[in-house]
């Protein structure tokens, strides 16, 4: 069963309360799925977003959503105003990503997973991108492996930074046995398209790149060849659980993502970018938007 209201929850009404007598800010909202064994991690992450300096009249709201209802996860949430912990019942980090945007209140939505860290200004960056005027409706970065013992590797392959054209990711992919040219776990992307496709894919693995391929399909990328992400490789992650390769689920997952990637692009559509973003956190327009 879903858990009880917390202190966590009544900072967030406190937050909101202060944010509706005063003017809104622009807000980037960042969700992460979490269950019991990566939940340790979340004062890192939690860390790495109190290190970002953002541009002016622009904020950050996390929203923590638990993959299930356990008394493992709520300790390990930092004491934040910024910060709405929310539980469900499971099904995957899809599911517990798709539930957050119900509580997703910026124009943008970007994607952090419970262990790993943003590097600094990778936020900054990606408003950059977006804000920049250059018809870009989701983003990427480069990612760096961070080993257990706090060394980092890089991937090899990474394009140069710049637009990723409509299709580009899904020819990539197709070509490369099934890897994208550019990492899902660092998207940051417009929040009316994400709700547009639906959210995450119903999977229970490879749902990031089926998203990423569906925005691919519709809209332009941008990606950020400075690393915006530290993707924390340890014994307990999803991925690299045996299940996640079994040949024949893996071919499953990737005959329905590039099927529904290619049926988005043969129906014509194409998301329009709108106006530089002028909604607030409390989901309102800000002043400027009403000149």
């Not at 909202?29 to 979340?42: C, D, M, N």
């Not at 977003?49 to 390990?76: K, N, R, T, Y």
């Not at 993502?257 to 989901?283: F, H, K, N, Q």
Request: with cysteine; hydrophobic share 40%; aromatic share 6%.
């Amino acid at each position: 069963m879903p858990r009880t209201p917390t202190v966590h929850d009544s900072r967030r009404h406190r937050w909101e309360k202060a944010r509706s007598a005063g003017h809104g800010s622009r807000c980037v909202t960042v969700v992460t799925a979490v269950h019991g064994p990566s939940a340790r991690f979340l004062p890192e992450a939690h860390a790495s977003l109190c290190a970002q300096e953002m541009p002016d009249d622009w904020e950050w709201h996390w929203i923590v959503q638990e993959d299930g209802s356990s008394d493992a996860v709520a300790p390990h949430v930092p004491d934040d105003d910024r910060v709405t912990f929310r539980q469900g019942r499971p099904g995957g980090p899809g599911v517990a990503r798709t539930m957050a945007l119900a509580h997703a209140d910026g124009a943008y939505v970007k994607v952090l997973d419970a262990d790993d860290r943003l590097t600094p200004g990778a936020l900054a960056r990606d408003l950059a991108a977006l804000e920049g005027g250059h018809g870009i409706a989701w983003t990427t970065s480069r990612a760096l492996d961070l080993h257990p013992d706090g060394s980092t590797t890089g991937f090899p392959g990474d394009p140069d930074e710049g637009p990723v054209e409509r299709g580009a990711v899904l020819a990539h992919w197709r070509a490369h046995d099934f890897l994208a040219q550019v990492h899902p776990a660092t998207l940051c992307v417009r929040r009316d398209l994400l709700l547009a496709l639906g959210g995450w894919m119903a999977l229970p693995a490879s749902e990031d790149t089926g998203l990423l391929l569906a925005l691919n399909a519709v809209s332009r990328g941008w990606f950020t060849a400075e690393p915006g992400l530290l993707y924390r490789k340890w014994q307990g992650q999803a991925t690299g659980q045996s299940a996640h390769v079994d040949p024949a689920e893996r071919a499953a997952r990737m005959a329905v993502a590039e099927a529904r990637a290619r049926s988005l692009a043969a129906s014509g559509w194409a998301y329009d970018i709108p106006p530089p973003s002028t909604i607030a956190c409390d989901g309102h327009f800000s002043a400027a938007s009403r000149t």
